[in-house]
């Protein structure tokens, strides 16, 4: 299944109500219509510069481990619904020992799309094949930095030679496995945003399916806390163009926002339904507040807060309502491919 086309279709689809009534018929045939999210551990090796990880506050309140014992469980509450598992997701999950039983258990509650997200410097050939093998769809792999120096500068702890290498391991499985999708995200900032115009000439030859390039955003005390890229007013446009048009000659579908007029004017409206297609899951925390994973049911819980009626009652509100729903902390950005 191609899960892009899905986020494509939902982007393209402007009326909130129709997708709000699609929910609700998903939702009443037993269809899968969720974004699983997993951080199965709450830690990480590296100390990226804009992460909350290097905001002490945070890393001192946060911790757990998922306990092995509860994957199937949890697999049976959750995966059924699910269109997608993301593994990583506010954390680093190549820190957590099980990760391949997760992917294991994705394929056999037959998730259509699994996919790992990571700084991948903890990556090695072994773990990357016996994830792919075992069922594995995609690889995404975060960036602050495009060379050496900013790379290692906005990503405390990390190695750009391990980051190398690794993706190395990947080009390799997708030799052997060409469904495996690679995708890059960059995240960038006032500082390190003109290292993208150089992106391709680094990054094209591991032949990425997917490339997102998007603005940080405010995420506490961080080393790192400017968010004001105003000063890239003249220089965004002309750097997405070039990356845009080496995007559309290599088939890699390009996740940006296209002009800087558009990013800091959107108005996230494609993101009305995410509170109810997004599900985070974390050591002692799934999907809503209340929710038992190890005694819950999904449909029977569902059935207990009313989400059919709500999805059905959002598809005929009126506009203020809808508008409420808008999440302002959703990604912004257009699909080109
Ligand atoms: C928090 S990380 C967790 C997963 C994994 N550790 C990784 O880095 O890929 C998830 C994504 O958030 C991005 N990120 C980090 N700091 C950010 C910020 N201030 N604003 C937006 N995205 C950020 C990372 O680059 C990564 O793509
Ligand atoms: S962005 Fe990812 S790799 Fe970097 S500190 Fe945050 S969680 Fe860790």
């Known amino acids: 299944m191609n899960i892009y086309r899905l986020l494509k279709l939902n982007w393209m689809i402007k009326n909130p109500r129709i997708k709000f009534f699609g929910l609700f018929l998903l939702h009443k045939t037993n269809q899968r219509y969720i974004a699983v999210n997993f951080d199965p551990v709450m830690a990480c090796n590296l100390r990226c510069k804009m992460c909350y990880f290097t905001d002490e506050n945070y890393t001192r309140k946060i911790k757990g481990v998922f306990p092995k014992e509860d994957l199937a469980v949890l697999a049976n509450t959750m995966f059924g619904r699910a269109l997608k598992l993301q593994i990583g997701c506010g954390t680093e999950p190549t820190l957590y020992k099980h990760l391949d039983q997760i992917i294991v258990l994705g394929k056999e509650h037959k998730v259509p799309y699994i996919s790992v997200t990571t700084n991948a410097n903890l990556l090695t050939q ?84 997917i490339v997102q390039i998007r603005p940080m955003k405010s995420m506490g005390d961080t080393a790192y806390q400017d968010t004001d890229i105003s000063s890239l007013s003249e220089v965004y446009d002309p750097v997405l163009k070039k990356i845009k048009a080496y995007a559309q000659s290599h088939q890699i579908m390009l996740l940006a926002t296209s002009s800087y007029q558009n990013l800091v004017t959107s108005n996230h409206v494609e993101s009305t339904v995410y509170n109810y ?61």
Request: glycine letters at 4%; aromatic letters at 16%.
């Open 126 to 209: 072994d773990k990357v094949n016996d994830w792919v093998e075992k069922g594995l769809d995609e690889f995404t792999i975060s960036l602050h930095g495009v060379h050496k120096e900013a790379y290692e500068e906005f990503m405390g702890k990390a190695s750009y030679e391990k980051f190398h290498e690794a993706l190395g391991y990947i080009h390799q499985a997708r030799l052997i496995n060409p469904k495996l999708n690679l995708r890059i995200n960059f995240t960038f900032n006032k500082d390190n945003f003109m290292e993208l115009d150089d992106f391709f000439d680094v990054y094209g030859k591991y032949q990425p399916t």
């Open 277 to 337: 297609t997004y599900c985070y899951i974390r050591p002692g925390y799934t999907w809503r507040d209340g929710f038992e994973f190890k005694t819950d049911n999904y449909n029977q819980f569902a059935q207990k807060i009313n989400l059919p009626k709500e999805l059905l009652l959002n598809a005929v509100a009126p506009k203020k309502t809808l508008d409420k729903l808008i999440n302002k902390h959703s990604l912004n950005y257009n699909i080109f491919d």
